[in-house]
């Protein structure tokens, strides 16, 4: 066993759902970690989504945000479940828990590695040899441009036409200011630089003046990046790259909804959505997460599958500690005990045998296993 010599605060956020379940076996896997290269956590929990509605009345509890603020690092499972689905304005709801908490600690980096894991390739629809060897990245600009720029709905007379309509009109505004562009596309250089020193940056220069200016600032910054290649892609082509030559992609950055369309793309090459980590990252503490949600219908049952939880540890070592042997220990872990057949429900399919289908807690402890 290394000696102990670093502790870090992490914050836990297991929110609803499934959430407990799954988070347990992230801290079990990071715990082992830890012991194995030389460094401990020191978890605090706190309440996030529909249980602090339960308890506090607000998604986002002030105890909650400062804990947060002075952790190292949060670990979030997932919130919200049909217990607080409303479509009342006045009532709280468990995203404004997430949406909160990402303004709050400033989060405007979003990273979404997509990766084939080899035992799983079949689960994907696409043809084997198109994903094979795919590992890619998103990196999505989060708190700026069109989601975030001023709108509205008027009646005018312009509005109403020939044709019959009410004379409604309504505006969505894209707005980016250069330090934003330039924050977001540095994030992805010097994460290319990590990887395989490979930038798509994604734009819609032909039409847009905001793409524009984000193919000037990004042509800028990456003069100072000489060692990696930059490509601009328009954000069509790039719909179409992604599906047809998937493994072209090594760090993909774009703009806010750009990143969100084609994440959600990209996140579909793998077919298996309990295996989906994100990360997202400001210039303080950072935020660790699965993609998928709370999984109501199966909570409580411990067969969620908890790798995309674990591999959000593994993003969690790598971009808030530096620790990347441990990091890696993650990755070869889960990928050994995939190759050895191991599944959860959700990732099992009928060639796999019943008796290497297991629930939450035996795919923890498989991944503690293999990580010697
Ligand atoms: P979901 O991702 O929770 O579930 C979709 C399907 O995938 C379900 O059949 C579920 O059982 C399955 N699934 C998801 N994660 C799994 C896992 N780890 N192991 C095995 N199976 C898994 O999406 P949904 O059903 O649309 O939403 C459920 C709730 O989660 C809603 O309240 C929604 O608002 C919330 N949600 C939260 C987040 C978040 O916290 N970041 C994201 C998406 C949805």
New binding site residues.
């Given amino acids: 066993m290394a000696e102990t010599s670093k502790t870090y605060k992490v914050t836990l956020l297991p ?1 609803d ?2 959430g407990p379940e ?1 988070i347990a076996e992230g801290v079990k896997v990071l715990d082992a970690v830890g012991e194995r290269y030389g460094f401990s956590c020191e978890y605090t929990e706190a309440l996030l ?1 529909g249980c602090a509605i339960d308890v506090c009345g607000t998604a986002l509890p002030e105890e909650t945000l400062r804990v947060a603020q002075a952790s190292d690092a949060v670990l979030l499972a ?5 217990k607080w ?1 409303t479509t009342d304005p006045d009532k709280p709801r ?2 404004q828990g ?1 949406l909160g908490i990402r303004k709050a600690l400033g989060l405007y980096a979003n990273l979404r590695p997509v990766r084939i894991f080899s035992a799983l390739a079949d689960a994907s629809t696409f043809k084997p040899d198109v994903v094979e060897g795919v590992d890619l990245i998103i990196v999505r600009e989060l708190t700026g441009g069109l989601y975030f720029g001023a709108r509205e709905r008027f009646y005018d007379e312009e509005g109403a036409g020939v044709d019959g309509g009410r004379g409604q009109r309504a505006f969505d505004t894209m707005e980016y200011r250069e330090y934003e562009i330039e924050r977001i596309v540095r994030h992805a250089f010097e994460t290319a630089r990590k990887r395989r020193n490979r930038v798509h940056s994604i734009d819609k220069a032909n039409v847009l003046e905001t793409s524009r200016l984000w193919r000037e600032v990004t042509h800028r910054i990456a003069a100072e990046y000489p060692d990696v290649e930059l490509i601009d892609m328009l954000v069509d082509n790039t719909a179409m790259q992604l599906v047809a030559n998937p493994s072209q992609f090594d760090v993909v950055v774009t703009e806010n909804m750009f990143g969100d369309i084609l994440s959600d793309e990209a996140s579909m090459i793998t077919g298996s ?2 295996m989906l980590a994100s990360a997202s990252l400001g210039d303080g503490t950072a935020l660790y ?2 993609s ?7 909570a409580g049952l411990g ?4 790798l ?1 939880q674990i591999l959000s540890v593994e993003m969690m070592l790598r971009y808030s500690f530096g620790e990347n042997e441990a990091a890696d220990a993650i990755a070869n872990a889960v990928e050994r005990v995939l190759a050895d057949g191991w599944r ?3 990732l099992a399919n009928d060639a796999d045998s019943a008796e290497k289908i297991v629930g939450t807690q035996a795919m923890g402890d498989l991944v503690v296993g293999a990580l010697d």
């Fill in positions: 929110g759902g499934i799954i989504g997932a919130v919200g479940g049909p689905d468990p995203e997430l959505l309990g997460e699965p998928h949600g709370s999984a109501p219908d199966i067969v969620a599958n908890p995309a959860t429900r959700d």
